[in-house]
């Protein structure tokens, strides 16, 4: 059937749910938290559609219409205004944030570094990460107890800046973290500005701070930069593929200015979302014993009591469920959303240019036509013959079609990687029997830091292992 005959998708369609939610509820919610602006049917329908501020928002929870849309129909999606306006300044065009040509050079630029044998050599330095982790919480005078998703951050920041930075020269890796903090917490301003259409110029709380922090952190990539321009010498890491990188159309190679997008890119969305899903996994297996005593009794066979080793990773398998699991009930990237650039057919409807499409990745993995007893964690989802039984975009924390995530491959073997390091040798405990609640903000981070103590596992004798 060709395009022209459907009808445009509306509040009149059958089948589609409406959300009349006004502007001066969906807005406040969108600033504290854009989890809370989304409308509840969207977990429980199949697909909602709503208008804010004249524009048409369609909201899909329907895996084969994710499908429809994010893969068959990815030409006829963009990022979109709301997305660059949010992250542009701290990222500019970069893989995250790019569309079209410029986009694609850059995916087919780094795609060599986030190969399969590629990925494997960078596993002993997630593993010494770990380690490092596990030995500042076991020193000597050492508190009892961790703010788990800073731990996390820190450990994840280590592996990131090491494996595709080569190591953090000059940056104080202290400050570009809290820059990353400082410049995520006021999105959800940015996001109700531009949903409003409003100008990109107005003051909101914390805009000054995300401003410098952004800033910073530019200014310390640039100069990494510089000095790998001045001293171009051999390492074959994400900054060598960026500076090797030419335009298929054009020859042209990337300015600094492109590398930096790029550097800024990867190291906010390769440690923020990894550390998160870690944190989330540690705060839900300390209140679920069993499936915590089965991850233990799996390191422990694994590596028979030894140091981890890169060959042990891949064998974890239940470790890899507790993962997924968690990333099911707490999606790091929670939403994601794209802008029409032509109309496109979608369920049997016609969706026009200039609507946004939103795939509220939270609520497909809690949906109730979706998951028996979405609410209760069970790793046993993610166990072969379930798994292959569901529909692939049931279940899509790292997003779906071209632009899914690329760096999948590597936020799976780090987390397992850091699982083991730690579980090994650590119990972690939890203040209460409630979870904390989740925040969104760009990425899903418990509201409050969680406090965990740290006990050390008997039989662990705390050896202090390097790899070799
Ligand atoms: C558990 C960890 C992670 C989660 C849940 C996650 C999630 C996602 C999602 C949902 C997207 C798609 C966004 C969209 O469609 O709008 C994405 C894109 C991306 N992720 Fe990840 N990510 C994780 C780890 C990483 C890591 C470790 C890296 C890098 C080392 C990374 C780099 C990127 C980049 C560069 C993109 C943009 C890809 C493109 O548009 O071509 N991510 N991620």
């Given at each position: 059937m060709?395009?022209?005959?459907l009808?445009?998708i509306s509040d009149?369609?059958?089948g589609?749910?409406?959300s009349?939610?006004?502007p001066l509820s969906?807005?406040p919610?969108?600033v504290r938290d854009?989890?809370?602006?989304?409308p509840?049917?969207?977990?429980r329908?199949?697909?909602?559609?709503?208008q804010?501020?004249?524009?048409?928002r369609i909201l899909?929870a329907d895996?084969?219409?994710?499908?429809?849309?994010?893969v068959r129909?990815?030409d006829?999606?963009?990022?979109?205004?709301d997305?660059?306006?949010?992250?542009?300044?701290?990222l500019?065009r970069?893989l995250?944030t790019?569309d079209?040509?410029?986009?694609?050079?850059?995916?087919?630029s780094?795609a060599?570094?986030?190969r399969?044998?590629?990925l494997?050599g960078?596993?002993p330095?997630?593993i010494?990460?770990a380690?490092?982790t596990r030995?500042?919480?076991?020193a000597?005078?050492a508190?009892?107890?961790?703010?788990?998703?800073?731990e996390?951050?820190?450990?994840?920041?280590?592996?990131i800046?090491?494996?595709m930075m080569?190591?953090?020269?000059e940056?104080?890796?202290?400050?570009?973290e809290?820059g990353?903090?400082d410049?995520?917490k006021?999105t959800?301003?940015?996001?109700a500005?531009?949903i409003?259409?409003?100008?990109?110029?107005?003051?909101y709380?914390?805009?000054?701070?995300?401003a410098?922090?952004a800033?910073?952190?530019?200014s310390?990539?640039?100069?990494?930069?510089a000095?790998?321009?001045r001293?171009?010498d051999?390492?074959?890491d994400l900054?060598?593929?960026l500076?090797a990188?030419s335009d298929p159309?054009?020859?042209?190679?990337?300015?600094d200015?492109?590398?930096?997008?790029n550097?800024?890119?990867?190291?906010t969305?390769?440690?923020?979302?990894?550390?998160?899903?870690?944190?989330?996994?540690?705060l839900?297996l300390?209140?679920?014993?069993?499936?915590?005593a089965?991850v233990?009794?799996?390191i422990?066979?694994?590596t028979?009591?030894?140091p981890?080793r890169p060959?042990?990773?891949?064998q974890l398998a239940?470790?890899?469920?507790?993962?997924?699991?968690a990333?099911?009930l707490?999606?790091?990237?929670?939403?994601?959303?794209r802008?029409?650039?032509?109309?496109?057919a979608?369920?049997g409807?016609?969706?026009?240019e200039g609507a946004v499409?939103?795939?509220?990745?939270h609520?497909?993995?809690?949906?109730?036509a979706?998951w028996?007893d979405?609410?209760r964690f069970?790793?046993?989802r993610?166990?072969?013959?379930?798994?292959?039984?569901r529909?692939?975009y049931?279940?899509m924390?790292f997003?779906?079609?071209p632009?899914i995530?690329i760096?999948?491959?590597?936020?799976?073997m780090?987390?397992v990687a850091?699982?083991?390091?730690?579980?090994q040798?650590?119990?972690?405990r939890?203040?209460s029997d409630?979870?904390?609640?989740?925040?969104?903000k760009?990425?899903?981070?418990?509201r409050?830091?969680?406090?965990?103590?740290?006990?050390r596992r008997h039989?662990?004798?705390?050896?202090?292992?390097q790899?070799?």
């Amino acid at each position: 059937m060709s395009i022209e005959t459907l009808p445009w998708i509306s509040d009149q369609c059958p089948g589609v749910a409406v959300s009349r939610r006004s502007p001066l509820s969906v807005v406040p919610a969108l600033v504290r938290d854009p989890l809370q602006a989304l409308p509840p049917e969207i977990y429980r329908e199949p697909v909602v559609y709503s208008q804010v501020a004249g524009r048409r928002r369609i909201l899909l929870a329907d895996p084969a219409l994710i499908h429809e849309a994010l893969v068959r129909n990815a030409d006829a999606l963009n990022k979109g205004e709301d997305v660059r306006r949010a992250l542009g300044p701290a990222l500019g065009r970069g893989l995250l944030t790019a569309d079209g040509a410029h986009w694609r050079w850059q995916r087919q630029s780094v795609a060599p570094a986030f190969r399969h044998e590629k990925l494997l050599g960078l596993l002993p330095s997630m593993i010494a990460a770990a380690e490092k982790t596990r030995e500042r919480w076991l020193a000597p005078g050492a508190g009892a107890s961790v703010g788990i998703g800073r731990e996390m951050m820190r450990t994840t920041f280590d592996i990131i800046v090491d494996t595709m930075m080569s190591g953090p020269g000059e940056i104080d890796v202290a400050r570009v973290e809290r820059g990353i903090t400082d410049y995520l917490k006021p999105t959800g301003w940015v996001f109700a500005l531009s949903i409003l259409d409003l100008p990109d110029w107005l003051p909101y709380p914390g805009r000054r701070r995300a401003a410098a922090a952004a800033a910073y952190l530019r200014s310390s990539v640039t100069r990494m930069i510089a000095e790998r321009r001045r001293n171009p010498d051999g390492r074959e890491d994400l900054v060598a593929l960026l500076l090797a990188a030419s335009d298929p159309e054009s020859g042209r190679t990337m300015t600094d200015e492109e590398i930096a997008d790029n550097l800024l890119t990867f190291v906010t969305a390769g440690h923020e979302t990894t550390a998160l899903g870690l944190a989330w996994t540690f705060l839900l297996l300390a209140r679920h014993p069993e499936q915590e005593a089965r991850v233990v009794a799996e390191i422990d066979a694994v590596t028979q009591g030894g140091p981890v080793r890169p060959e042990h990773i891949g064998q974890l398998a239940y470790a890899r469920q507790v993962f997924s699991e968690a990333m099911r009930l707490y999606p790091p990237a929670p939403i994601i959303t794209r802008t029409a650039t032509r109309s496109f057919a979608l369920g049997g409807f016609r969706v026009p240019e200039g609507a946004v499409v939103i795939v509220p990745i939270h609520a497909v993995h809690h949906h109730a036509a979706l998951w028996t007893d979405p609410a209760r964690f069970d790793p046993e989802r993610f166990a072969p013959e379930p798994a292959k039984a569901r529909h692939r975009y049931a279940y899509m924390p790292f997003g779906a079609g071209p632009r899914i995530c690329i760096g999948s491959a590597f936020a799976t073997m780090e987390a397992v990687a850091i699982m083991a390091v730690l579980l090994q040798a650590v119990r972690l405990r939890a203040r209460s029997d409630a979870m904390p609640d989740p925040m969104m903000k760009v990425t899903l981070r418990p509201r409050r830091e969680a406090e965990m103590s740290v006990e050390r596992r008997h039989p662990f004798q705390g050896a202090v292992t390097q790899m070799s």
